[in-house]
């Protein structure tokens, strides 16, 4: 009987340490090709618990996991070669980390012997990932030996429990070191496994609920701001219009509801509109906010926390949601249970200044219908339009991936509230990079998913749309293109030179976005009217696959419209 090499045994631990990995959830694995991580390749791509996504690019891989993680809320794990390849996970992992989605990393590398000898493709993957990780292991090389499987069951139990079950949820790093030769021989391995650990997973209301909701039980003129959150809290839009607060919900809080949708008036349709206005905010003040989930989006919504005379914080994924420090009281629980002891606690309570809430209301239909108006009055494309349209066009149950510099900003001050859809942005870190990559993830597991980004992150995703085009799902992405960084128009930097502005800042690229997605194989619509975008959508559904609205947007217009709807909204305001 042929004995067993380190191939074989590195299989069957590997293995067993995803035997392990499936059980606490995870059922996609991403991955790039490479000879160090053989073991891990072969036992993924062998096991029937298992989809496996082949990329070419570490970190387009990586971003596709996280979209999946994020859309599924399951563990997702990745794995690739040793070297460079184990840092290009870097982005991912940092956007894992502040958004608190569970990711396992698994980077294949060198046997200890091959350390600080000048070896090929050998770097020090000990902690490559600094504090960004909540969980580090080295598993050390496989070993032919009585106890080897109980240690590699036992890293991938510690895994999933760092990952997911130890709140608040984020990703870990496990570097599993290899001998040659990595291809097994076929020679028999004990594959017997050790009996698995029982997971848990509990939270508790904290000792200073009595304290909030005293606080609560004082405040006169109460708003809720919702932030993103990855779990929508129940009941808690039927409290505010209970308790007279008027509700400032972002897309991502995923509580931007159509009105009477649930019988009752929902979230402000131009809340972030309002809050941009100085006049509205200073003759609105609220005593006290309660913020639910992440720090505001838009600076508009964090000017109106920031002026509140009291700042109350339910943070369910600690994300210490307080830029300013300004919180009075910081809950770390979940939203529906905190929802849940306010109903009970303030039922007995009058309700707040009943003209309060109807005056946001009022406030807010009017500038609804007044900027709904202007923007249906203008043929040009404005980001603003296109956010709006976008965001109603897509069908009932669908997805909308929004970019993380002005694609979820315009969503969030010109989306109106609407039922059945799900809006998700790499909002933990807000970079631009593995926006396409993360779309296709998402689309794997939420079937045909639409994407509102701008060009610069498809240029800066390209070997992602490349890859992914061919190899992905159902995905419209509407790529606003203004040649350039838009966001930098309405900043201070606008006030440099234009050459100087245009060289650091604006960074107009001249490339052809349609020629890129030929290259692709993707399907491409270019759009040079307002009217036309929905219906170029409708056109790329029925296409199927991977498809590209481009909207053409002329970036200095852009800032004199947005003048135009801040006039609007005042005037509305009869200001």
Known sequence: MTEPHEGDVALANVTTLLHELVRGGVSHMCMTPGSRSTPIALAAARHPGITLHVHVDERASAFFGLGIAVASGKPVALFC??????????????????????????TADRPPELHGVGANQTIDQQHLFGGFVKWFHDTG???????????????????????????????????????????????????????????????????????????????????????????????????????????????????????????????LSAGTLLAANAAFRERQHPDLVIQIGAAPTSRAVQELVRSADRLLIIDPDELVADPDRRSTLTLNADPTEVVGALHSATSSLPATRPQWIDEWHDADRKVREAVDALLDSWDEPFEGRIARDVAAAIPEGGVLFAGSSMPIRDLDMFMRPRSGLRVLANRGASGIDGLVSTTFGI?????????????????????????????????????????????????????????????????????????????????????????????????????????????????????????????????????
Request: net charge neutral.
């Open 81 to 106: 070669t040793s070297g460079t390849a184990a840092a290009n996970h870097f982005p991912a992992v940092v956007e894992a980390s502040m958004a608190r989605v569970p990711i396992i990393v698994m």
């Open 443 to 575: 689309a794997e597991v939420s079937g045909p998913t639409h994407a509102l980004l701008g060009d610069l992150s498809v240029i800066h995703d390209a070997s992602g749309l490349l890859w992914g085009a061919r190899h992905g799902k159902a995905a419209v992405l509407v790529v606003v293109d203004n040649d350039g960084g838009g966001i930098f128009s309405m900043l201070p930097q606008a006030s440099l030179p234009k050459d100087e502005f245009e060289l650091l800042f604006g960074t107009p690229h001249g490339l052809d976005l349609e020629a890129i997605a030929r290259a692709a194989g993707i399907g491409v619509r270019s759009v040079d009217h307002a009217g036309v975008v929905v219906p170029a959508i409708r056109e790329a559904e029925t296409a199927g696959g991977v498809q590209i609205v481009r909207v053409r947007v002329d970036r200095q217009r852009a800032v004199e419209l947005r003048a135009h709807v801040s006039q609007a909204v005042a005037a509305a305001l009869g200001e």
């Open 141 to 267: 090389v496989p070993v032919l030996s009585p106890n080897e499987r109980v240690r590699w069951s036992s890293a991938g139990i510690d895994a999933i429990t760092h990952a997911v079950r130890l709140h608040p949820p984020g990703p870990v790093h496990l570097n599993l070191p290899f001998r040659e030769p990595l291809l097994p021989s076929g020679a028999s391995v004990d594959a017997s496994r050790p009996e698995s650990a029982t997971y848990t997973n509990t939270r508790e209301l904290p000792s200073r609920m009595p304290a909030f909701l005293r606080e609560v039980s004082t405040g006169h003129r109460v708003a809720v701001v919702a932030g993103r959150l990855r779990v929508r809290p129940e009941g808690l839009a039927e409290l505010c219009a209970e308790r007279g607060w008027p509700l400032l919900a972002e897309p991502l809080s995923g509580l931007r509801d159509a009105p009477g949708s649930r019988g009752f008036r929902g979230a």
